[in-house]
T-cell receptor, first 111, second 113 residues
Framework: KQEVTQIPAALSVPEGENLVLNCSFT??????LQWFRQDPGKGLTSLLL???SQREQTSGRLNASLDKSSGRSTLYIAASQPGDSATYLC??????????WGAGTKLIIKP | KAGVTQTPRYLIKTRGQQVTLSCSPI?????VSWYQQTPGQGLQFLFE???????NKGNFPGRFSGRQFSNSRSEMNVSTLELGDSALYLC????????????FGEGSRLTVL
């Protein structure tokens, strides 16, 4: 059974720092991995989608990597801003075509 | 381009009642999936619809059901509500099923008393 873990559960850093969020999964048989952000009381916004054949994806200050063999993905946020404060979730599309979610990392960027 | 619209945004029900939630996908998107989000269990996949057919179903009891209409709009129904059904129910749409980018609505927050 696929399980997705995100570490840390919460992170607080000063504005301007570069940071890394981690996501691990137990079964390497995935179709893709996605990173989302969720603001309080809101739905989810897709940030990056990495297909299983890809190693990384970039969008602006965000870079996500995927190492399928080790069951790990990282989301790198450069030059963090207060507006980046949110909960970041990763999800893998498993071999049954179901999205399996991590519990999220709550990120606070201090001005 | 309008985003994914979910109605109602908030609702309160009592145990034993039933509820229907609605989701209108982005125009042109044919796949709709539903998720339940609770503080204890996090996000869990409920089901996915494409071309009016349920394509995939998560591990939820039969009290949870859904359907999709010819215009791709989708509804989900929960019968015989239990306290544990209190959650944020999220709908997402995508162009096609099978792993494309998902676009989420803001959710329907259900409270069961």
């Amino acid at each position: 059974k696929q399980e997705v873990t995100q570490i840390p559960a919460a992170l607080s850093v000063p504005e301007g720092e570069n940071l890394v969020l981690n996501c691990s999964f137990t079964d390497s048989a995935i179709y893709n991995l996605q990173w989302f952000r969720q603001d309080p009381g809101k739905g989810l916004t897709s940030l990056l989608l990495i297909q299983s054949s890809q190693r990384e994806q970039t969008s602006g200050r965000l870079n996500a990597s995927l190492d399928k063999s080790s069951g790990r993905s990282t989301l790198y946020i450069a030059a963090s801003q207060p507006g980046d404060s949110a909960t970041y979730l990763c999800a893998v599309l498993d071999s049954n075509y179901q999205l399996i979610w991590g519990a999220g990392t709550k990120l606070i960027i201090k001005p | 381009k309008a985003g994914v619209t979910q109605t109602p945004r908030y609702l309160i029900k009592t145990r034993g009642q039933q509820v229907t939630l609605s989701c209108s996908p982005i125009s042109g998107h044919r796949s709709v999936s539903w998720y339940q989000q609770t503080p204890g269990q996090g996000l869990q996949f409920l089901f996915e619809y494409f071309s009016e057919t349920q394509r995939n179903k998560g591990n939820f009891p039969g009290r949870f059901s859904g359907r999709q209409f010819s215009n791709s709009r989708s509804e989900m129904n929960v019968s015989t509500l239990e306290l544990g059904d209190s959650a944020l129910y999220l709908c997402a749409s995508s162009l096609d099923p099978g792993g494309g980018e998902l676009f989420f609505g803001e959710g329907s927050r259900l409270t069961v008393l």
